[in-house]
């Protein structure tokens, strides 16, 4: 058995009318996109509808597919720009005084108890709220950095900001997450 | 080690997801996946999309470029051969026939006969038909239009080796020419509106009826054209009465078209298919026939002359031939 075909070889192909070089690309990349996109949303129907509307719009768009970057760049690109619209839609954006009454309930009860003392079931608990506290900016970037694997620079492409500002991003929900497990 | 120097190792491990304590904490989250059924939904539109239109790979596109061009090609194609094989038919339509069927002999009697069951024929046989027989094509008034004489396309289509002969427009036999002007004094009244079926006249002068006086003054006009000159106009008229002079001349009308008035739409009254015979100078209208004999005494065929004459005067026994033909054997 000869290599593994690499994503936008895979993305090339279905362009051509390669249906199994989809199903391959689809298996390697559903989870990856549906969890970024879960935990940006954190709502499963929206994360489903958004799910499906992300692979739709990239078969739709397969023939004007061009190796310029990444496959999975291209594809939470578009499902990063899929996630802001509904966002904008949904609800309108945490202010920081929002997230910082977030994070105060959060630390509250068990802000003096050490991060080892915590259960794992207790630590993914917190990450999850913490997470979804984070603003919206910043959840982005912790995600597309530990779910995508994307370094600064794509993220920083990806969301239209700099590379500094993707940085201050991520040192912010990293201040954050630490906060909530700090000794 | 101050806090924020922990955050920028924390930082710099998490960006490149080297021990990373951040990151192996979110690794521990579940990890969720799409349903079995959203799976099946995305899969089943990936293949509806490259099943019904499966995307041109650059050897495809290079032929879908060819396919305007060869669509192109192939509409051309089809419009000449529509024309080459309606052609005929279609520009005989426009050819000029006599308005009034003469009545003066039994030949005449026969042809309007002939020309009446033309006319009762639906149109779709009509254009299964020869086109349009008139003899030389009768010149519209000075002023307009000549008509496009219909002979060069029939000979096109029956006779090839005659083409020549007949697209050079020989001169028109004058008696003939002035029979069917006086043809067309004769029966005026028998006329109806727009049997005169010159198309380029009708164009140039709309139908309607004429005084008899200037019927018969065109009529006269054309006796007095020499031979080579282009025959007389039709007669437009309806409903005037006889001319005199026209009842005085008696000549034979030609067989391939009579005085019936065809309605405008039917104008192309053609021949009846009978008339068509395996020699080249028989599948003509008689007057045309005549034409081809004349041209060969012309170019010195006169065995080829006399032997078409002789087909031709058993097949037209009662047709009356012009003097120099009559009498020559």
């Not at chain 2, 710099?12 to 690794?27: H, I, K, N």
């Not at chain 2, 490259?50 to 470029?65: F, N, Q, Y």
Request: glycine letters at 4%; aromatic letters at 6%.
């Amino acid at each position: 058995m000869g290599a593994e075909r690499a994503d936008e070889e895979l993305m090339l192909a279905y362009a051509q009318g390669d249906a199994r070089a989809f199903e391959a690309l689809y298996t390697r990349q559903r989870g990856m996109l549906y969890r970024y996109i879960l935990r940006s949303v954190n709502d499963r129907a929206a994360a489903d509808e958004l799910f499906q509307e992300t692979w739709s719009r990239l078969i739709a768009s397969r023939e004007r597919y061009r190796v310029e970057a990444k496959f999975s760049t291209w594809l939470l690109q578009i499902a990063h720009n899929l996630i802001v619209d509904s966002l904008r839609r949904a609800r309108p954006q945490a202010s920081a005084e929002e997230t910082e009454t977030v994070m105060r309930e959060l630390d509250a009860p068990e802000a003096d108890r050490p991060e080892q003392l915590l259960s794992e079931f207790e630590q993914r608990r917190r990450l999850q709220l913490v997470l979804d506290a984070l603003p919206a900016e910043q959840r982005e970037a912790f995600l597309l950095r530990v779910e995508g694997g994307l370094g600064l620079e794509e993220i920083a492409r990806l969301t239209g900001a700099g590379q500094e500002t993707v940085k201050s991003r991520l040192r912010y929900a990293l201040a954050k997450i630490r906060e909530r497990f700090a000794q | 080690m101050s806090g924020n120097e922990k955050l920028e190792r924390e930082l710099e491990s998490f960006l490149r997801e080297d021990g990373s304590r951040t990151a192996a904490l979110y690794r521990k989250l579940p990890r969720p996946e799409p349903d079995a059924s959203l799976d099946a939904a995305v899969l089943a539109m990936a293949r509806r999309a490259v099943a019904s239109a499966p995307p041109a790979s650059p050897a495809r596109r290079a032929h879908l470029r060819w396919i305007p061009v060869l669509s192109a090609a192939a509409v051309v194609a089809l419009a000449v051969g529509i024309s080459y094989r309606l052609g005929p038919q279609m520009w005989a339509g426009r050819k000029v026939l006599p308005a009034a069927p003469p009545a003066a002999s039994s030949a005449d009697e026969a042809a309007r006969q002939g020309q009446a069951v033309a006319a009762e024929e639906s149109p779709a046989r009509r254009a299964d038909m020869p086109a349009a027989a008139s003899a030389p094509a009768p010149a519209p008034p000075a002023g307009t239009m000549a008509p496009k004489p219909a002979a060069p396309s029939i000979a096109r289509e029956q006779a090839p080796a005659k083409v020549s002969h007949l697209q050079s427009a020989p001169p028109v036999d004058k008696k003939s020419e002035t029979a069917i002007a006086q043809d067309a004094k004769a029966f005026p009244s028998q006329a109806a509106p727009g049997a005169a079926v010159n198309l380029n006249a009708e164009v140039a002068q709309p139908v309607r009826a004429e005084p008899a006086a200037e019927v018969a003054q065109e009529a006269d006009l054309a006796k007095q054209a020499p031979a080579t000159a282009p025959p007389a106009p039709p007669a437009r008229s309806a409903g005037a009465p006889a001319s005199a002079a026209a009842a005085a001349t008696s000549s034979p009308a030609p067989q391939a078209f009579g005085g019936v008035t065809a309605p405008a739409g039917q104008r192309d009254a053609i021949g009846p298919k009978q008339k068509r015979a395996p020699d080249s100078s028989a599948n003509l209208y008689p007057e045309h026939w005549l034409q081809d004999i004349h041209q060969m005494l012309r170019e010195g065929h006169r065995d080829a002359a006399l032997e078409s004459l002789a087909e031709f005067r058993k097949r037209y026994p009662d047709y009356r031939l012009p003097d120099d033909l009559r009498d020559l054997k």
